[in-house]
Every structure is written in C-alpha cells, then in structure tokens.
C-alpha cells in the first residue's frame, strides 16, 4: 500500500438492495485496484469500506453515485478514515440480520 492512501466509509442510499449492486461495486472498485469490501445494511442502504489513493476512492464514489441500471442512488455519503492496510483485495460481506 502506498503512503499516499486513505480510507473511506461510503454509504449509498436509494433503491440499492436486489439489484446487483454489491457486483457492481465489487468490479469497479477491484478494476480501480482498491481494497475493501461492500455489504447491504439491515436498512436497506449499502456499506463500503475502500482503502486506496484519495483520487481513486473519489472515482469511485462518482460510480457509485450512478449505480448499475437498476439501481436508483438518492445519496452517498462520505465519512474520510485513516487507512488500515489490513486489506488484500475488494470483495463482497454478507452479512448476518440478526433479530
């Protein structure tokens, strides 16, 4: 990882479950060579944790900001962290809803 990375919290909100999103976000954060991970929340909206260059990260949110087809993104929100590096590669949490 380079020392010009950093991490973002993104959250997506809209009409972003059941619509191939996390596929979505999983390619073109994996094409943009960031590390990571994206997961549904129990609210409907969608988590994405990316470590990388500020830049890239800010490309990314402009993807996000669109979607896939299906998709209807209302808003992203960006919350800036520092970066971990405890990450190899992007790819997909399921999480578990409890009750």
Known sequence: MSRSAVAA??????RVQGVGFRSF?????????????VMNLPDGRV???AEGPREVIDELRRHLEKGPPL??????????????????S??????EFGG
Do not use: C, H, Q, S
């Open 9 to 14: 919290e993104l959250v997506v909100e809209g």
């Open 47 to 49: 988590r994405v944790y």
């Open 25 to 37: 976000v999983e390619r073109r954060a994996t094409l943009l060579g960031l590390t990571g991970y």
């Open 90 to 95: 992007f790819g997909i949490r399921y999480a």
């Open 71 to 88: 998709a209807r993104v209302d808003r992203v929100t960006v919350r800036w962290l520092p970066a971990t590096g405890r990450y190899t």
